[in-house]
């Protein structure tokens, strides 16, 4: 049997319903900044609580946008968690502020109890990750942000519809910044991202800085760039977005599977912090020995995957900012020893009795 990350599973369940919205949108002469765009930002927005949805082209332009539209660009400092995807990190230096790093806790997301060591004169605002599909610890972050007049940025691209404390992730802070990137929860057929906002100024200027920076055509307020979300991928979205609910259910179900059938004391298996919602992005494991489970898994047909491998202070296009191995040890370690272990919808129950099996012979 061979076990993989795979999409075809939750496209084929309601392939009829995606079929019908590309066909609709064929049909339809209108490819760019319509209807369905509008209808998905109206359903998003209310679907997580927030006041307004600006669709766009990706996550990554999310997080350049939102770090632009609130004028933080060089010179000033933003605090992010060492532990993260790259495309957080860019976000911040794509407008020339410098990232400042702070190790993530136990759940994986950035620790709160550290954030107020890497404060400076400087900072302007904490980009925040729901990482893996947990909510940061957001109350004890919130409230640090407003003792010091910060920004909150929160990256949910792997976290559509997680809450903390019944609130949810991307509405506690000033910008939400939300992935569709297909592999995402709420993924869609290409790349699509969106910001959520609750001040109807900042939805406004979202709107023209993802359309050249031009609120009326060829009148350009801002140097903007052309980052909107197809006629295409809205549909689509609004198909799948339907069905999240029950999508995220699913992945509850599996995700229960894997934590009450590995049995393996080599393996640490993911925890859930007090409060937090957990849409189960990715089921992601820690062991000493990663790469000989990885090795052991595949050889016998089992493909996973490291969220991530290098954390972004190690990387190349990041030497500038002058950090070396041991710099953030916890951060260091995470990226040594975690492991995804495959997770989808549509994942049979033979399919991830076989992973559990062969994850406890390791
Ligand atoms: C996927 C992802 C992004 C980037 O989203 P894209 O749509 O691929 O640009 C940003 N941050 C995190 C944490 C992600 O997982």
Not at 63 to 69: D, K, P, Q, S, T
Not at 312 to 322: A, D, I, V
Request: net charge negative; aromatic share 10%.
């Amino acid at each position: 049997m061979k076990v993989y990350d795979r999409l075809d599973r939750q496209y084929e369940k309601f392939a009829k319903e995606y079929q019908a919205a590309a066909l609709r949108v064929l049909d339809s002469g209108w490819y760019i900044l319509g209807k369905e765009g509008e209808q998905f930002e109206k359903e998003f927005a209310s679907c997580v609580g927030g006041a307004y949805c600006v669709g766009l082209n990706s996550g990554l332009d999310a997080l350049i946008l939102a770090v632009r539209a609130l004028g933080i660009g060089a010179g000033d400092e933003v605090i992010v968690p060492a532990n993260t995807y790259i495309a957080t990190v860019l976000g911040i230096t794509a407008n020339g502020a410098t990232p400042v790093f702070v190790e993530p806790d136990e759940y994986y997301n950035i620790d709160a109890d550290r954030i107020e060591a890497a404060i400076t004169p400087k900072t302007r605002a904490i980009m925040v990750v729901h990482l893996y599909g947990q909510a940061a610890n957001m109350s004890a972050i919130k409230a640090i942000a407003d003792r010091h007049k910060l920004y909150v940025i929160e990256d949910c691209a792997q976290s559509h519809t997680a809450d903390f404390c019944g609130k949810v992730s991307g509405t506690w802070g000033d910008v939400g910044c939300f992935s569709f990137y297909p592999t995402k929860n709420l993924g869609a057929f290409g790349d699509a991202g969106a910001v959520v906002v609750n001040d109807e100024a900042l939805a406004e200027k979202f709107r023209a800085l993802r359309n050249y920076g031009s609120r009326v055509k060829y009148y350009n307020e801002y140097a903007g760039v052309n980052s909107r979300l197809d006629e295409m991928q809205a549909a689509l979205l609004r198909v799948k977005l339907s069905h999240l609910a029950e999508l995220i259910d699913e992945r509850r179900t599996l995700k229960e599977k894997y934590l009450q059938g590995i049995k393996n004391s080599a393996i640490i298996l993911p925890k859930v912090r007090e409060g937090a919602g957990h849409v189960w992005h990715l089921f992601v494991v820690r062991c000493e020995r990663r790469n000989e489970l990885h090795d052991f898994l595949e050889q016998r047909g089992i493909h996973t995957q490291i969220h991530y491998p290098v954390p972004p202070h190690l990387q190349k296009c990041y030497e500038y900012l002058g950090h070396k191995k041991g710099d953030f040890p916890i951060a260091e370690k995470f990226a040594n020893e975690v492991l995804s272990l495959p997770f989808y919808n549509g994942m049979t129950d033979d399919e991830i009795n076989f992973v559990i099996n062969v994850v406890n012979e390791f």
